[in-house]
């Protein structure tokens, strides 16, 4: 019997043997798929971390492109604004020469040596101008005896100063200058005493 024992001993060995390595390869497999798997989560998480990032400028760009196309809204609607408040700006400008045309013949028909009359229809034509252009925003500028300012002024020569409080203001205003909705759309010119 101790041969038959050693013979079923020996066939029970390699049995158990070819189970071992059978767990050996199991256990083998398992190590590399869960570093197959570690290498995958590492590799999802590398991922997910870059496309966080990606994310992150894509939502900086968003938020700085959307701040600009407002800032532009802003700026467009201020300028159209700026525009229909001076829209007839040019018009305006080009009937100042009337009204300077106007205002020299009043002031010559009020000199006592005049020998030309100022008629009623003129004055109503005079007044009637500018009162529709006082509605559109046009406002003269009062400089004479003002201090001189050279954003309102154009000062065209410097004479002696009659008196000491007359210096550094104009003494004569040669051309009146004008506002048109509080923007200067002509420098007075003025004679200024130094």
Same mark, same amino acid.
């Given at each position: 019997m101790s041969k038959k024992q050693n013979t079923v001993d020996d066939k029970d060995q390699p049995v158990q043997d070819d189970a071992n390595i059978v767990d050996d390869k199991d256990q083998k497999a398992t190590e590399k798929k869960s570093k197959k /798997?570690? &290498?995958k989560s590492s590799a999802a998480q590398e991922e997910i971390e870059?496309?966080?990032i990606q994310v992150?400028?894509? /939502?900086? &760009?968003?938020?700085?492109?959307?701040?600009e196309f407002d800032n532009y809204k802003k700026r467009t609607s201020k300028e159209r604004i700026e525009l229909m408040k001076?829209?007839?700006q040019e018009t305006v400008v080009a009937l100042?020469?009337?009204l300077d045309d106007f205002d020299r013949a009043k002031k010559n028909a009020e000199d006592d040596n005049s020998t030309e009359p100022f008629s009623e229809g003129v004055m109503l034509v005079y007044n009637k101008l500018n009162s529709i252009l006082s509605q559109r925003g046009l406002k003269a500028m009062e400089s004479t005896n003002e201090a001189f300012d050279p954003e309102l002024h154009?000062?065209?020569?410097?004479i002696p100063a009659p008196t000491e409080e007359m210096k550094g203001k104009v003494i004569d205003t040669v051309e009146r200058?004008?506002?048109?909705?509080?923007k200067i759309i002509r420098?007075?010119?003025?004679?200024v005493g130094k």
């Open positions: /798997k570690s &290498k870059e496309l966080n992150g400028e894509l /939502k900086d &760009k968003y938020l700085r492109l959307f701040a001076t829209a007839a100042l020469p009337v154009s000062a065209i020569t410097e200058g004008y506002l048109l909705k509080d420098h007075a010119k003025v004679v």
